[in-house]
């Protein structure tokens, strides 16, 4: 199994800068993909970015340039670094984890979100 706690949200002027981390946990042989996703109010969740375990990114077009995904593999932990943030990014913000356990079987498991609000 494997768990996955965010950090780091807040109420963020526009204009301004955030740093969201999760760390996932638990009984697993490695982890795989980790990635952040959001939902604003009347929203579906949307992907916001993904890292591989081998480091490579992927970008919704809404946030290319302005946020990047990074990950510490000794520490099971990704973490999202948002600039120029606007209004348009106020959202929850959930980390979602991939795992294989020692059997081969994969697992998935999101965290319990952390509000992100851009607002003067």
């Known amino acids: 199994q494997v768990q996955v706690v965010e950090s780091g949200g807040g109420l963020v002027q526009p204009g301004g800068s955030l740093r969201l981390s999760c760390a996932a946990s638990g009984t697993f042989w490695r982890l795989n993909d980790m990635g952040w996703y959001r939902q604003a109010p009347g929203k579906q969740r949307e992907l916001v970015a993904v890292?591989?375990?081998?480091?490579?990114?992927r970008y919704a077009d809404a946030v290319k340039g302005r946020i990047t995904i990074s990950r510490d593999n000794t520490k099971n932990t990704v973490y999202l670094q948002m600039g120029s943030l606007n209004p348009e990014d106020t959202a929850v913000y959930y980390c979602n984890a991939r795992a294989q356990e020692y059997s081969g079987r994969t697992l998935s498991s999101w965290g319990q979100g952390t509000q992100v609000t851009v607002s003067s």
């Open positions: 890292i591989t375990s081998l480091g490579s990114t």
